[in-house]
C-alpha cells in the first residue's frame, strides 16, 4: 500500500469505526482502542516508516492530512496518532529495526513521555535521571502529561543524560516495564479518550542498548527530529477541529429557524458576518500550516521560523473559531447532539501542551531578535 492509498482508506475507517464511536469516547473518556486498531491494520500507523522496514514511506503532509482528517471526527483518536508519529519518527531514526517493523505493521503504539512534573511544560529542561548500573539503566522520574498512558507500547522517554556532562538523553522504554505506574486515569476537560495521564517511574531497569542517539543528545533529537512533527500535526488537529466546527455551524444556521420572522438563522447578517470569520481565521492557518510544510521539505531559511508559527497560530485561531461557533450556535451549540461544544473543548487543549502558546510566543520573539531560543 502507498502512503495515497493509506488516505482513501482513512476515509472509510473514519465512517466505519472512528465517527460512530467518538461521542461514547468523549462522554465515558474511553481510550479508542478500535480506531487504533484499523489504523495500525490498514498500515495507517505505519504511515511515516521507510519502505525498508514495511512502512509506507510517507511524507509529513501526509501525517498532517492524516491527524486533520482524524480531528474532524474525534480529537482524542487525532492527538494519541499524532503522539504516535511524534515517537515513530525518533524511533524510526535511532530505534532498533525490531521495533520499526513492529511499528510499521501496524502491531506497535508508541508516545512521547517528556513533560515532567518538576519542570512542568519546559519538556527541554528533564529532571528524570538515568543512573548507569553495569549493562543496565535505571530511570527515575515523574512525568506530567504522557498520551496513551498506559495503552502504548512504548515510550519515547526523556531524561538528564547518564554519564554526559550537558544536554539529555531519550531513551526507548516498553510500557510494562517493572516500575513504571499510570497515576491516575484521565478525566479531563477535552481530548478526553486520549489517555493523557502521569506516569511515575521508579527504579525501571532498561538496557543501556535501548538509548536513542548519544547520550546527552536527546535534546537535539527532540528539537531537530521530533518538535517539527509535534508542531505540524498539532497544528493539523487545530485545522480539523475548525474544519468540523465551521461544517456543523453552517449546518445549523442554514436549517434553525426564526419561524416568526419565517427565516432561517443564516439570514441574519450578524450571523453570515460571524461564519465568514469563522472561516477567514481558519483558512489564514491553513495557509500557513501548508507553507510551513513546504518549508520542512524543501529546507527553506525560514523553515524554524514557519514551524514555531505554525501551532502557535493554527491553535489560537482554533480558539476563536471554536468561540465563535459556540457563539452562534446559541443555547443550541450547549447541546452534545450538535457536536460543536465537544470540539470546542478539545480545541482548548493546544493552548497548554508544550511548547504551550505563551513558550511560542517566546521563542518567536527571541528568534527574529535574534536571540537563542534558550536563554
Known amino acids: 500500500m502507498t502512503a495515497p492509498l493509506a488516505l482513501d482508506v482513512l476515509e472509510e475507517l473514519i465512517t466505519t469505526v472512528v465517527e460512530p464511536s467518538a461521542v461514547e469516547i468523549d462522554a465515558t473518556a474511553t481510550f479508542p482502542r478500535s480506531a487504533v486498531s484499523a489504523l495500525g491494520e490498514h498500515g495507517i ?14 511524507t509529513l503532509d501526509d501525517a498532517a492530512q492524516v491527524v486533520r482528517r482524524l480531528a474532524t471526527s474525534c480529537g482524542s483518536t487525532a492527538m494519541v496518532v499524532c503522539m504516535h508519529y511524534c515517537a515513530a519518527v525518533a524511533i524510526e531514526q535511532h530505534g532498533p529495526d525490531d521495533i520499526r517493523r ?6 506497535h503504539l508508541s508516545t512521547l513521555a517528556f513533560s515532567e512534573s518538576g519542570s512542568r511544560s519546559q519538556f527541554w529542561a528533564p529532571i528524570g535521571t538515568a543512573t548507569p548500573d553495569g549493562d543496565d539503566i535505571v530511570l527515575d522520574a515523574s512525568k506530567s502529561w504522557v498520551t496513551s498512558a498506559g ?23 516498553p510500557s510494562r516495564a517493572e516500575g513504571l505506574k499510570v497515576a491516575a486515569p484521565f478525566d479531563g476537560l477535552g481530548l478526553r479518550g486520549n489517555a493523557s495521564s502521569p506516569v511515575l517511574a521508579t527504579d525501571v531497569r532498561i538496557e543501556a542498548s535501548a538509548r536513542l542517539g548519544g547520550d546527552g543528545e536527546g535534546l537535539d533529537i527532540a528539537l531537530g527530529v521530533v518538535l517539527p512533527v509535534f508542531q505540524v500535526l498539532s497544528a493539523a488537529s487545530s485545522l480539523g477541529m475548525m474544519d468540523a466546527a465551521i461544517a456543523k455551524t453552517i ?4 436549517t434553525a429557524r426564526f419561524e416568526h420572522l419565517d427565516q432561517v438563522l443564516a439570514g441574519q447578517p450578524v450571523v453570515r458576518r460571524h461564519v465568514a470569520a469563522m472561516k477567514s481565521h481558519a483558512d489564514v492557518a491553513d495557509v500557513l500550516v501548508a507553507d510551513t510544510i513546504a518549508a520542512l521539505a524543501g529546507g527553506r531559511a525560514d523553515a524554524p521560523l514557519r514551524m514555531l ?21 446559541g443555547g443550541a451549540a450547549f447541546r452534545k447532539d450538535i457536536g460543536i461544544e465537544r470540539h470546542f473543548r478539545d480545541a482548548r487543549a493546544s493552548a497548554v501542551m508544550a511548547p504551550t502558546i ?6 518567536i520573539g527571541r528568534a527574529l531578535c535574534g536571540m537563542p531560543l534558550f536563554g
Open 102 to 107: 513492529e511499528i510499521a505493521a501496524g502491531r
Open 251 to 254: 449546518a445549523h444556521v442554514t
Open 309 to 329: 508559527q505554525s501551532k502557535l497560530v493554527a491553535g489560537d485561531a482554533a480558539l476563536s473559531v471554536l468561540d465563535t461557533a459556540m457563539r452562534v450556535g
Open 358 to 363: 505563551d513558550a511560542l510566543h517566546e521563542f
Open 45 to 58: 500507523l505505519g504511515l511515516l516508516n521507510s519502505r525498508d522496514v514495511g512502512g509506507l514511506g510517507g
Open 151 to 173: 495503552e502504548a507500547d512504548s515510550y519515547v522517554w526523556s531524561s538528564q543524560p547518564a554519564t554526559a556532562a550537558q544536554g539529555a538523553s531519550l531513551w526507548l522504554v
